[in-house]
């Protein structure tokens, strides 16, 4: 503002309208670009720690954060996290929030020094759990399944929390599958066919893992900000699984570990399928929803199987018999 003496008078700044964010950097969340601003580079770190590996597979404009870094606070609890309409908002504390926009694909993120300093926790309640909820709204429906691939066609491994999906999985690839994903695996909404996004370069196992995979023995479990207990190990240590970031669905494999009778694969009709396939999905209002139901009923088509089984072993002989 120009005064009468015609000197600049600088204005006051209570908002961080005027705040800098020199660092800068590109990263691809499930092959989607996300462009990163921020005075901090503990963010850009965390975000390396979770996407470095990713490699750009759409040609979507990029989804814009900007990470504002201020001094003091403590370090952020579990954020709650609501949605009206399209705007989302993540809110732990006064020092430790975001807002995110549905419609433009951006956020802004107010977070205490200490909080980017811890990156599990920056990377588990903030960076991925906004680029993730986006990409939700417009481009991928998120399923709670693991995915491997035979000859070029994706197994979509799906079951409830403790089915055993991760621990099959990693079996699979151990056994010549190609690993994609051992909990989460995205599908593109806007595909005619079923195409698996997976997220190969990290496998997490509960801490009994071990007496599966001896070769985890070596790495410790912690801690996860979610209170859960896991060993958590690059898939790039193992050198004989070979991993992929993406392939076409053939197959839907429902986990009923423990089953009473013989081990075999049972044929699911898609009535069966659709209604657990949509059964860990939240409401995120009318239109996103019918996005994502469709995807899932395209999905439910292909061949659903039902795997009855007790060992590893079992588990893997009837997958690999599949056609």
């Not at 986006?134 to 991928?140: A, D, F, G």
């Not at 806007?190 to 997976?198: K, L, P, R, T, V």
């Not at 050198?239 to 970031?245: E, F, L, Q």
Request: aromatic share 8%; hydrophobic share 40%.
């Amino acid at each position: 503002m120009q005064s009468a003496e015609g000197a600049l008078t600088k204005r006051i700044d209570p908002l961080l309208c005027d705040l800098e964010l020199p660092l800068t950097a590109t990263f691809y969340p499930a092959g989607f670009p996300l462009r990163i601003a921020t005075n901090s580079p503990h963010v850009l770190q965390a975000a390396g720690e979770s996407w470095e590996p990713f490699p750009r597979l759409f040609e979507t404009p990029p989804l814009d954060f900007r990470v504002v870094v201020e001094p003091g606070g403590n370090v952020t609890a579990e954020p709650r996290v609501r949605k009206q309409a399209h705007l989302l908002h993540y809110v732990s504390d006064t020092r430790n929030f975001a807002a995110g926009d549905c419609l433009t694909l951006s956020a802004t993120f107010y977070l205490s020094e200490a909080s980017v300093a811890d990156h599990v926790r920056l990377r588990w309640f903030y960076l991925e759990a906004m680029a993730y909820m986006l990409l939700t709204q417009r481009y991928v429906v998120s399923l709670h399944a693991g995915c491997v691939a035979r000859n070029g066609e994706g197994i979509l491994i799906c079951g409830k929390s403790a089915s055993g999906k991760s621990t099959l999985s990693f079996a699979c690839a151990r056994a010549g599958f190609t690993f994609l994903s051992d909990d989460c695996t995205w599908l593109p909404l806007d595909s005619e066919a079923s195409e698996a996004i997976g997220k190969p370069h990290m496998a997490r196992f509960r801490p009994d893992a071990v007496r599966h995979f001896p070769e985890l023995a070596g790495h410790l479990a912690s801690l996860r900000p979610n209170g859960k207990r896991s060993i958590e190990v690059p898939t790039s240590l193992f050198p004989g699984v070979h991993t992929a970031s993406r392939c076409p669905i053939g197959s839907l494999i429902f986990l009923d570990r423990e089953s009473e009778g013989r081990p075999r694969l049972d044929r699911m009709h898609p009535e069966e399928a659709i209604p657990l396939l949509l059964a860990d999905l939240p409401s995120y209002g009318p239109e996103v929803n019918d996005a994502h139901e469709k995807a899932i009923h395209r999905l439910a088509a292909l061949p659903a199987w039902r795997l009855r089984y007790r060992t590893l072993e079992d588990a893997i002989r009837l997958l690999s018999a599949l056609r």
